[in-house]
């Protein structure tokens, strides 16, 4: 098994290339990050996160189709991460293992979304389909992903959740602002601005 590394904007982020599938068709990424996993007992649901946090230093993991971006702490150095995690990740699949144990029901979106109708429903349609078609596969070359999160129809405001390698990114706020905000006010003329949800 042959794994690709690439490194990403944020230079605590880097991109792992397994050469298969990570998250099955259907299932959306998934982030997880350490504090999470352990507070809630383990990674039971998660095997290849649990295999990864137990290598130390590692504060973030985020499962897209087919990469997985994984986030060390300031204090660690990637030339003594690297090939843990290189190993972790190629005895995993070599195993046999799968990234999600149970239903899918993991990597649901944290939080209910709001109920739009009329024509705010289609204002936010017009968003998530620019979001889902022109923003997300560029993002995703970053080892990252971006999610909708609400429309705020009074102000005009959209705001996104970055996740993987574009949270926490230096450049991340420029990528919503220049990018992002740029394109959504180009094609939807009711967008006045985009803000980072977290």
Same mark, same amino acid.
């Given at each position: ?74 204090? #660690?150095?990637?030339?003594?991460? $690297?090939? *843990?995690?290189? &190993? ?9 293992? /799968? @990234? ?56 005009? #405001?959209?705001?996104?959740?970055? $996740?993987? *390698?574009?949270? &926490? ?9 220049? /990018? @992002? ?18």
């Amino acid at each position: 098994m042959f794994i690709q590394t690439q490194d990403t904007p944020n230079p605590a982020t880097l991109k792992f290339l397994p050469g298969r599938e990570v998250m099955a068709e259907g299932l959306p990424p998934m982030e997880v990050e350490r504090g999470t996993i352990l507070s809630t007992g383990g990674a039971d649901h998660l095997p290849l996160a649990g295999v990864l946090f137990s290598i130390p230093n590692i504060e973030r993991v985020f499962f897209g189709p087919d990469f997985i971006s994984v986030t060390r702490s300031d204090t #660690a150095d990637w030339s003594h991460l $690297k090939p *843990a995690i290189l &190993g972790a990740i190629m005895d995993f699949y070599v195993g046999g293992g /799968g @990234v999600i144990t149970d239903d899918g029901t993991q990597g649901k979106n944290a939080g209910e979304e709001e109920v739009y109708e009329g024509e705010v429903l289609e204002i936010v349609n017009q968003i998530k389909d620019l979001i889902e078609t022109r923003v997300r596969p560029a993002v995703a070359q970053d080892g990252g992903d971006i999610l909708f999160r609400r429309f705020d129809e009074k102000s005009g #405001a959209v705001f996104l959740q970055m $996740k993987g *390698a574009c949270a &926490g990114c230096p450049s991340s706020s420029m990528t919503l602002k220049s /990018g @992002v905000e740029n394109l959504l006010k180009h094609y939807v003329p009711e967008v006045t601005s985009v803000e980072e949800a977290f």
